[in-house]
Structures are given as structure tokens and as C-alpha cells.
């Protein structure tokens, strides 16, 4: 069985840039969530996708924006970088049929920095 | 608007003494509580949930409706429990709202 992955596992980007982060949910999972996970903070919920749907969406602004492939891969872009979007990104699979069971399986993240 | 808190960002015992994780929350409507743990150099992952009243690791919690907390407890701490800990609760389907953490440190 393998486990949910994400890329790229760090990066720096500039102000005014976009990013793009990638995420492979683990095996027969079909939901995907998005969180974002500031220094010494809980992670916070972005968005969650669902048959390529976005299902749910947190206090975030347009410029975060996500797709979600067939394959249940997904994305997350962040467009017009500000300097608090550096954070550790945490994607997580489930499965939808399991109902509000609130296990969530997460991948190690992707840590974006900001100058 | 629904909110966890863990008061506690730092908590330090010795090996052998209780353990005890606060959480509080704010919910309108029947709460669903869970811990989450991340132990060093792996990714954060369940650790029990309230519905489940299971005993996981030797680590307990149980729901206080009236003082809407849901600590997590484990009477005799091993040096593997350090970690970080979060309380969450969720929000629909499988969206969690999360605390800011308890990072947890077992002296020998």
C-alpha cells in the first residue's frame, strides 16, 4: 500500500510568484484535502476535492486554487505569493465512504518559503 | 465558530508520571474529537477518537460535554510518547479543525 506523496518537499519562491504543489493520495483513496501549516500552528484547512470537485473550502482567498486528476492526484496553486504564505503544505487522503471517521492519512509536506 | 484550543504549547514530565493533554473546544452541535500525533521524522497521523472510546497506546480521552474539553491521559508516560499532539474536531466530511499543538517531552 503506498502512502500519500508529495512534491516538491521544499522550495523558495519571490513575491509576486506562483507555486504549484503536488500531491499522490495513497492507494484507494478517492478524497483529497488541502492545509496549510504556519510555524508553530495547527494545520489549517484549505480545501478538500472529492471525484475532481472542490467539496469544502476553509478561510482561504482565491489565489488558492487546487484541481483534483482521475487518479485522485492533486494539485495546490498559490498565485501572487505573499510573504505569509510561507508554511508547511499538508496534503491528506481518505475515503468518502468512511463517513466523518476524522482519519485523515497525511503525506510529509511540502515546505514553501517565501522572500 | 468552531475553534480548538490547547493551552498548553510546551509540556515536560519524567518517565512513569501521568500525562495529561488539555483541549478545549467551541461547537454548536454534537462535537466529533480526535487526537493526532507526530512523533520526530515521521508525518502526523491519528492517534484515537472519542466515538471509538479506545484506549490507544495506553492513552485515553473522554469527552466533557460540559466543559467541552476532551484531555488526553495516560496514567504511567513512556519515553516513545514524545511528540507533538494535536486535539481537532470535524467539521463535515472529514474537515478537521485543529489545536496549535502540545509539544510533549518524556524525561528519562
Known amino acids: 500500500e503506498t502512502g500519500v506523496t508529495q512534491s516538491p518537499t521544499h522550495l523558495i519562491k519571490t513575491r509576486g510568484q506562483q507555486v504549484t504543489l503536488r500531491c499522490s493520495s495513497q492507494?484507494?483513496?478517492?478524497?483529497v484535502s488541502w492545509y496549510q501549516q504556519a510555524l508553530g500552528q495547527g494545520p489549517q484547512f484549505i480545501f478538500q476535492?472529492?471525484?475532481?470537485?472542490?467539496?469544502g473550502r476553509g478561510n482561504f482567498p482565491p489565489r488558492f486554487s487546487g484541481l483534483q486528476f482521475p487518479n485522485y492526484s492533486s494539485e495546490l496553486n498559490v498565485n501572487a505569493l505573499e510573504l505569509d504564505d510561507s508554511a508547511l503544505y499538508l496534503c491528506?487522503?481518505?475515503?468518502?465512504?468512511?463517513?466523518?471517521?476524522?482519519?485523515?492519512?497525511f503525506g510529509e509536506g511540502s515546505r514553501l518559503t517565501v522572500l | 465558530a468552531q475553534r480548538v484550543t490547547q493551552p498548553e504549547k510546551l509540556l515536560s514530565v519524567f518517565k512513569g508520571a501521568p500525562v495529561e493533554l488539555k483541549c478545549n473546544y467551541s461547537y454548536s452541535g454534537s462535537p466529533e474529537l480526535f487526537w493526532y500525533v507526530q512523533y520526530s521524522r515521521q508525518r502526523l497521523q491519528l492517534l484515537l477518537r472519542?466515538?471509538s472510546r479506545e484506549s490507544i497506546k495506553g492513552f485515553t480521552a473522554d469527552l466533557n460535554k460540559g466543559e467541552t474539553s476532551f484531555h488526553l491521559k495516560k496514567p504511567f508516560a513512556q519515553e516513545e510518547d514524545s511528540a507533538m499532539y494535536y486535539c481537532?474536531?470535524?467539521?463535515?466530511?472529514?474537515?478537521?479543525?485543529f489545536g496549535q499543538g502540545t509539544r510533549l517531552t518524556i524525561n528519562p
Open positions: 491528506a487522503s481518505s475515503l468518502s465512504t468512511s463517513g466523518n471517521t476524522g482519519e485523515l492519512f
Open positions: 481537532a474536531l470535524i467539521q463535515g466530511a472529514q474537515k478537521l479543525v
Open positions: 492507494s484507494g483513496h478517492n478524497t
Open positions: 476535492y472529492y471525484r475532481e470537485e472542490e467539496n
Open positions: 472519542h466515538i
